[in-house]
C-alpha cells in the first residue's frame, strides 16, 4: 500500500494537518480543507505553494498534488488564501467565515503596506479591527496599555508621525468607543467596505513591457485589467473592463488580449517570464468568470446559502436588540464574551448552548407538574371542607329547635368553617392563575426544545461545492505550449455589458459622516506629521487628493473612450 504524504495547510489564523495518498489531487485536498473549515463560497479561494524555484504558485485542482512543482519539504506546505476578490464586499460575502478570511487577508495587506493605505484611514480601520476583536468598549475592562500587543497601524504610518505607542493607542480607542453596540462580523464588514475603495486593494500586479519595451504594470482585478507607469502603483493610465475582453491568449512571453470590438487592434504585451503569462491567464479566466457570475441569476445552491444567511442575520440583530437592552439596564454588567472562538470549536459550543435550552425547557416542565400536584392537593382540601361546611349546614337545619345556646354555637362553627373555605378557595385561585402562567411558560419551553432538537439534528451538513474552470498546463513548466493550448475565449457574445464602475462611488462618497471621521483624523494627524519620513506612495496619493481623484472616478477616466484609442495610447507609453 502506497505510504500516505503529510500536509500541513495554513490559513489566515489556523493550521491544519492532513495525510494524504500519492495519487490525491488538488481537488481533493481543497475539497477536505473547505469542508474542514465549514467553508461553502469556495469560488474566491485556493491553494498557494512555493515551487522548488522559490516562486509562488496557486495548486491545480485538477492535477495530483505530488504531480505539481511543490517543494519537497515534510510536511508539504501550502497556504489557503483568497485567489479572488468580490467586485462589491456587502452584496457578495454570505457566510461569517468568507467574511472573517477576506477580513484577516486584506488587514495583512494593509498592515504590511502590500496594499497602500493613508494615514488617517488606517487610525480608523484600526478601530474597526479592534471592535472586531475586543467587542464594545468598557472602561473597566480596557485600562490604557490594552492594545499594547496588537499590530493595528502600517509601520509606514507610525515612523510618519511623531506619537508615542500610548498616544497612538488613545486615538485608536476614540473611534472605537464610536462602535458601541456592533456586532463583530458587523465591524469586520465595515473595514472591508472601506478598505474596498483603497486603490491597491484586490489587485495582482504584474511586471510587463509593451512593443517599445517601456516598463509596466499590469494589474488584474475583479473589475478588470488596468496598466500603471513602473512608478506609481496607485493610478492607473490606461483600463479595460472585463465586458470589452473577448479572447486571452499567450505564446513564450508574448500576452495577447482580443476585444470585443473587432475594430480595435490586439492589446499586446510582453512577460519577463513564461509562467508569468501563465499566471496572468489563469487570473483573467477567473476574475472573467466571476464577472460574468455577478450579472447572471444566482444558482439554487447560492439562493440557499442567501436565505440561510438572511434567517441567521435576522436572529442575530433580534438578539443584539435584547443585549442592547440588558446593557442599556445594566452598564457595568460583565461584558459578552469578546474573543472570536476557533471554527473548531463553534459546533461543539452551538450544541451545549443547545443542551442548556433543553434542560431549562425539561425544568420549567417539571416545575409546573410539581405546581399542579400542588394545586390538586389544594383542590382536594377544599372539597374536604366544603363537605364539611355542608354538613353544618344539614344539621343546623335539623336542628332547629335545639336550645338558643347549642344553635348560637353551631352557628359559630359554621361561620369558621365559611371562613376557611373562602380562604382556601382563594389559595386555590392564585394557585390556578399561577398555573396557567406557568402553562404558558412550558408551551414557550417545549417551543424552544424543539428548536434545540432540530438544531441538533441538523448541526453537520456538507455543501456541494462549485470551482472556477482551471487551465490545463502547469504553471511550473516552462516550455513552450501549442498555440490551443494557451488561448481562452472568454465571450463568445456580443451583449452590451454595463462597466460597473461606472455608477460607483466610494464609501465617503455616500457616507457623510464617514467623510467627516476621514476628515477629523487627517486635521489631528496633520498636527503630528514628520514630512521627511514621506515616501513616493504618499506624495502620489497626496497628489490624487489633490487633484479630486479617487479610485472609481480614475477607472472611470481610464476607460475614456473606444478600445483602439486607449490600445493605441499603451502602444506609445
Not at 483568497?82 to 460575502?93: G, M, N, S, T, W
Not at 446559502?305 to 457595568?332: F, G, S, V, Y
Not at 456580443?494 to 483624523?521: F, G, H, I
Request: aromatic fraction near 8%.
Amino acid at each position: 500500500m502506497p505510504k500516505p504524504v503529510n500536509v500541513r495547510v495554513t490559513t489566515i489564523d489556523a493550521e491544519l494537518e492532513f495525510a494524504i495518498q500519492p495519487n490525491t489531487t488538488g481537488k481533493q485536498l481543497f475539497d477536505q480543507v473547505v469542508k474542514t473549515i465549514g467553508l461553502r463560497e469556495i469560488w474566491f479561494f485556493g491553494l498557494q505553494y512555493t515551487d522548488s524555484k522559490g516562486f509562488s504558485t496557486w495548486l491545480k485542482l485538477n492535477k495530483k498534488v505530488l504531480n505539481q512543482d511543490v517543494k519537497k519539504d515534510s510536511p508539504l506546505q501550502f497556504k489557503f488564501r483568497a485567489k479572488f476578490y468580490p467586485e462589491d464586499v456587502a452584496e457578495e460575502i454570505i457566510q461569517d467565515i468568507t467574511l472573517r478570511l477576506f477580513y484577516l487577508q486584506v488587514k495583512n495587506a494593509i498592515l504590511s503596506d502590500e496594499t497602500y493605505c493613508p494615514p488617517e484611514t488606517s487610525v480608523l480601520l484600526a478601530s474597526y479591527a479592534v471592535q472586531a476583536k475586543y467587542g464594545d468598549f468598557q472602561k473597566d475592562l480596557h485600562q490604557p496599555g490594552f492594545l499594547s500587543n496588537d499590530r493595528l497601524l502600517p509601520e509606514r504610518v507610525t515612523q510618519q508621525h511623531k506619537l508615542s505607542k500610548d498616544e497612538w493607542e488613545e486615538r485608536i480607542t476614540n473611534w472605537y468607543g464610536e462602535h458601541r453596540g456592533m456586532l463583530r462580523e458587523d465591524a469586520m464588514m465595515e473595514y472591508l467596505k472601506i478598505a474596498q475603495d483603497l486603490e491597491m486593494y484586490g489587485v495582482n500586479y504584474f511586471e510587463i513591457k509593451n512593443k517599445k519595451g517601456t516598463e509596466l504594470w499590469l494589474g488584474v482585478d475583479a473589475l478588470g485589467l488596468n496598466i500603471y507607469e513602473q512608478d506609481d502603483k496607485l493610478t492607473p493610465k490606461i483600463g479595460f473592463p472585463w465586458s470589452e475582453i473577448r479572447n486571452i491568449s499567450f505564446n513564450d512571453r508574448k500576452f495577447v488580449i482580443k476585444p470585443i470590438d473587432k475594430k480595435a487592434p490586439d492589446f499586446v504585451f510582453f512577460a519577463p517570464r513564461l509562467r508569468i503569462n501563465k499566471r496572468i491567464l489563469t487570473l483573467c479566466m477567473g476574475n472573467h468568470e466571476l464577472y460574468m457570475r455577478r450579472r447572471k441569476p444566482d444558482t439554487i445552491e447560492v439562493q440557499q446559502m442567501k436565505a440561510q444567511n438572511k434567517e441567521e442575520k435576522l436572529a442575530k440583530a433580534q438578539e443584539r436588540e435584547k443585549l442592547q437592552r440588558e446593557i442599556a439596564a445594566r452598564e457595568k454588567a460583565e461584558k459578552m464574551q469578546a474573543e472570536y472562538e476557533e471554527r473548531f470549536r463553534a459546533l461543539q459550543m452551538e450544541m451545549e448552548r443547545r443542551q442548556a435550552e433543553l434542560k431549562e425547557a425539561q425544568d420549567t416542565i417539571r416545575r409546573l407538574e410539581d405546581q399542579l400536584r400542588e394545586t390538586q392537593v389544594a383542590k382536594d382540601e377544599l372539597e374536604k371542607q366544603q363537605s364539611e361546611l355542608h354538613s353544618m349546614m344539614q344539621r343546623l337545619e335539623e336542628s332547629k329547635n335545639l336550645e338558643a345556646e347549642e344553635r348560637a354555637r353551631l352557628e359559630g362553627e359554621i361561620h369558621n368553617k365559611k371562613s376557611e373555605v373562602d380562604e382556601i378557595s382563594s389559595q386555590v385561585r392564585a394557585k390556578e392563575e399561577e398555573n396557567r402562567m406557568l402553562q404558558l411558560e412550558m408551551e414557550e419551553a417545549r417551543r424552544k426544545q424543539e428548536e434545540a432538537s432540530q438544531a441538533l439534528i441538523a448541526a453537520s451538513t456538507t455543501p456541494k461545492h462549485h470551482h472556477l474552470q482551471e487551465t490545463d498546463y502547469d504553471e511550473d513548466d516552462e516550455n513552450h505550449l501549442h498555440n490551443g493550448d494557451n488561448s481562452r475565449n472568454l465571450r463568445e457574445d456580443d451583449d452590451d455589458l454595463n462597466d460597473p464602475v461606472n455608477e460607483r462611488l466610494t464609501l465617503a462618497e455616500k457616507n457623510e459622516r464617514l467623510q467627516n471621521q476621514l476628515k477629523s483624523l487627517k486635521e489631528d494627524l496633520a498636527n503630528t506629521r514628520d514630512d521627511q519620513q514621506e515616501t513616493t506612495m504618499d506624495k502620489i496619493h497626496k497628489e490624487n487628493v489633490k487633484q479630486g481623484r479617487d479610485k472609481y472616478k480614475t477607472l472611470r477616466e481610464v476607460r475614456k473612450g473606444n478600445t483602439k484609442r486607449r490600445v493605441d495610447q499603451f502602444e506609445n507609453m
